[in-house]
């Protein structure tokens, strides 16, 4: 695949060497085209000599293969990191004074852009302005991180990790669909296929407090959830996180929203749903039951002399939170809702048999069937899932493989069915 890198001139120029970096130990063929501005941070000798390629900043060098126009054209990915306020102003109304400027408007392929910069800056109204129009046009506007910037500042504005932002730059590709050749590189629509989307994914493991120091749980980690968020976040989508008891970093570009119980998790859902999205995908596992009673302090055990004596535990079933959702969608506001099924297969089926039973009994649109089990997906960075549709016999099966390729899968199943709509 051919990649332009376009560095603009911020602080945060360093790490595209990085970015450079994996992308060219991936087998990918680079070609850096910084600004001025970022040379005066990273000179050219770096970039050529990771790249293997030549450098210029300027549309009049090399001008007999006239290359403001060629290098747009032959490329199947221009990506730039990081992507400045000054860079994102330009390329929003179509500015053309430089080579990277010029690669933008003469790029028919998908356009990452990963910005960086001061969170007074990003939050500019300008700023915003710009961003909202650059993704309109489908171009992929990375959400910065938050953390330390320049000097003593923190806070959002800081360029994501360069595994980030490679991540998300062939995410692009593969939901762009054709690269310079014509060949499929994925089944998806194009770059931000999600955009002016808004979905909510739930994830993680709800927990019911039995007394101050125990509940009851599960041993979902919520890796799955975060990947589906994320990928969402990637495709141009807003997000929103519902989050139970999850250890791991936000996902850039998603909102969170924190819960605990399967009620609060209920609750959560029913509020955000509320307010009109076009799809849910809910990954998290639910606790079937809760303590039917509360203890306000810690359950002591018994220490007489042969009291082997143990509580008993009253249990409740807690509400059905996808088939709630399913039934309470109506004709004006109607989304898009995925569920999840962890299955380890019985006596009574197989892990599809199963499945197929509880899709016919939640209604949703498309069940993700999870292979469980004491070696298989909690905790695990790969997973083997089945995607169930109604009204089809077809099921495929993606996986072994990691967290985030099946979420891709997942949404590349989903943008299709709405932009059907």
Known sequence: MRVVLGVSGGIAAYKAALVL???????HEVRVVPTQAALRFVGAPTWEALSGRPVAADVWSDVPSVPHVRLGQEADLVLVAPATADLLARAAHGLADDLLTNTLLTARCPVVLAPAMHTEMWTHPATRANVALLRERGVVVVEPASGRLTGADTGPGRL??????VAAALAAVQAGGQT??????????????????HVVVSAGGTREPLDPVRFLGNRSSGKQGYAVAAAAARRGARVTLVSANVALPVPQGCEVVQVETALQ?????????AGGVDAVVMTS?????????????KIKKTHGAGDESAPTIELVRNPDILADLVQGRGEAISPYIVGFAAE??????????LARAKLARKGCDLLVANEVGADKTF???ESTVHLLRPGTDEVPTVGPTGKDSIAEAIWDTVAPELASR
């Open 344 to 353: 380890t297969g019985d006596d009574s089926g197989d892990v599809i048999e």
């Open 180 to 197: 310079r050749e014509g060949a499929t590189t994925g089944p998806g629509l194009r770059p931000g296929d999600l955009h002016g989307r």
């Open 160 to 165: 994501p990790e360069p595994e980030e932002i």
């Open 265 to 273: 998790l209920q609750e959560a859902m029913r509020a955000t749903v």
């Open 379 to 381: 905790g695990q960075d």
């Open 285 to 297: 596992a639910v606790a079937d039951f809760r303590p039917a009673h509360y203890v306000e302090r």
């Open 21 to 27: 970096r994996l992308l060219t130990e991936a087998g």
